[in-house]
């Protein structure tokens, strides 16, 4: 976590770790003999962080994941998405967008995830996480 990552440096509000991806352009296009779906994606962000702020007992890790999708188009159709989570189904699988998943320790932030019979692929991941360090043994670096 920054910017209290000193040993001996007491954690404060505000102290956070950032992942972020980007990725400027993709085009997808899945079928062998013949094209069954193609998806092209403007510019693709995804943001995850863990913050220290202020809560019960002390300060304690709070996870959040964002992602932007410029724009989508789908067989040459433009689709209309926001930054809310959105699975659109499609004849191979489906496409999901904007999906954030947090467990006890962690957060990933998944922009795009193409998910077929085969195999899923994924665009545009950021991850941010917290683990127990020897100043931090019970895995929480914002309580000393």
Do not use: W
């Amino acid at each position: 976590m920054t910017p209290d990552n000193l040993a001996g440096t007491s954690p404060a509000a505000g102290d956070n770790a950032t992942s972020t991806a980007r990725v400027e352009t993709s085009r997808i296009t899945v079928g062998l003999l013949v094209t069954l779906v193609t998806i092209e994606l403007g510019v693709i962000e995804s943001t995850a962080s863990v913050t220290c702020q202020p809560g019960p007992g002390g300060l304690r890790p709070v996870f959040a994941g964002s992602s932007t999708i410029a724009n989508l188009k789908i067989n040459g159709l433009p689709v209309t998405i926001g930054s809310g989570p959105v699975t659109i189904p499609l004849v191979v699988g489906s496409l999901k967008l904007n999906g954030t998943t947090i467990t006890g320790n962690s957060v990933t932030q998944q922009a795009v995830v193409l998910d077929t019979v085969l195999t899923d692929l994924v665009i545009g991941e950021a991850k941010a996480n917290v683990e127990g360090t020897p100043e931090h043994p019970a895995g929480n670096p914002c309580q000393v």
